[in-house]
């Protein structure tokens, strides 16, 4: 395995690789949502790239970007027996050198949700991601479902800008008690670890419900908020029963849907959701 830094040393490598490339993009600190991706792009691909980049242009003044996790060692130590061809690690002035002033934005699928409590986000992850496809030039590329709207917001963009590369959603990869795992959950301590579970167990009644045939949506976010209540350290920022492809809220579920939510445990802000359909 290869760890590059470099934009020139990345095309060099990438230019050796003959037959079909996979894409992890990365922020570091990985867990085995990120190996799920990775071992699933090595399935499908001749070629499997890494990178690791922790993105300032995604995250809000608030953020926790200089707190954000990083453990450069630890990760190539988990991705190294996993037969990846290449970690590209670029640096901040790599991606965006003095001067920098061109971004992607993607509209409409970007504004409710994650997109309306976190402004600028998407841009920073589309124009990321852009830079990523860009240097890599990969024919797959692999997301967590675990970002739903990331993952909307990537393929929209993917087929917008004409990219020719397959966007591959992996499921959310789960701790035996049902919390996601992200790299966020480091933050939680003692009692608030304990109480995230509230997010599953949340979206599992409201699951429960739709297949015993309910179809009215706001009974749908009525039964996660009752739930989450129930959790006095869980503080809920919006629960959302919406169109699997716009995001749109729904009145009455036809077809794909996608429940999700996102809830503060003190600082810790989490997110999580279910496809039903
Ligand atoms: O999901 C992530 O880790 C990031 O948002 C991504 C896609 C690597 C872009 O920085």
Known sequence: MKTVFSLSDLRTARLSFKGTVGLVATMGYLHEGHLSLIRQAKMDC??????????????????????????????LSLISPLGVDMVWNPSP?????????????VEAITRPLEGALRPGHFK??????????????PDKAYFGQKD??????????????????????????????????????????????????????????????????????????GKMKEVLESEPRAQPQYVSCADYDTLEEMAVIKGK????MAVFFGQTR????????
């Open 46 to 75: 001749e070629h499997v790239i890494v990178t690791i980049f922790v993105n300032p242009t995604q995250f809000g003044p608030n953020e926790d970007l200089s707190n954000y996790p990083r453990d450069m060692e630890h990760d």
């Open 93 to 105: 002035e790599i991606m965006y050198p003095p001067g920098y002033q061109t971004w992607v934005q």
């Open 124 to 137: 920073g992850v589309a124009t990321v991601v852009t830079k990523l496809f860009n240097a890599t030039q």
């Open 148 to 221: 739903a709207q990331q993952a909307a917001v990537i393929r929209q963009m993917t087929r917008d800008l004409n990219y020719p590369i397959e966007i591959v959603v992996c499921p959310t990869v789960r701790e035996s008690d049902g919390l996601a795992m992200s790299s966020r959950n480091n933050y939680l301590e003692g009692a608030d670890r304990k109480a995230a579970t509230i997010l599953f167990r949340a979206l599992s009644a409201a699951k429960e419900i739709y297949e015993a045939g309910e179809r009215n949506a706001e009974k749908l976010r």
């Open 257 to 260: 849907a996608l429940l999700s």
């Open 270 to 277: 989490l997110i999580d959701n279910f496809v039903l359909g």
